[in-house]
């Protein structure tokens, strides 16, 4: 009888070591995860303000054109044979390339005959 009585004691001291160490374990595991998620949210944050940051100092005018003078690239207005016009098609609304041959030009660039798109290209 005594030998039943201590098993019965010893098993039921082992499952409840068992179960104070498996939640230790877990205590454990949520401490690393608390770490891990604090410093994700302060890299996050820390990215988040550099973009903001980048954002407002670019709606800068003046900062563009500072980048575009530091770039020292070569800008030139595309030809007109490089300009590729993307219309609408009127059945399904699909996007269509067309290449466009005529100069499109308005006010006072009529004279010098330059062409109403804006785009820069760089030279190589």
């Not at 530091?70 to 016009?85: F, L, N, R, T």
Request: glycine share 2%; proline share 3%.
């Amino acid at each position: 009888m005594k030998i039943r009585k201590f098993s019965i004691f010893l098993v039921l001291i082992t499952c409840l070591a068992l179960l104070y160490v498996h939640q230790q374990v877990q205590l454990l595991r949520i401490s690393y995860e608390i770490n891990f998620s604090e410093k994700e949210m302060s890299r996050l944050l820390d990215q988040n303000r550099v973009l903001v940051y980048n954002v407002t100092r670019l709606k800068s005018p003046v900062y563009l054109d500072n980048n575009f003078l530091a770039a020292k690239k070569d800008y030139a207005i595309p030809k007109q044979w490089q300009v590729i016009e993307v219309a609408a098609q009127k059945e399904n609304r699909r996007p269509v390339a067309v290449a466009s041959l005529e100069k499109k030009t308005f006010g006072i660039f009529k004279i010098f005959g330059k062409p109403r798109e804006a785009m820069a290209n760089t030279i190589k």
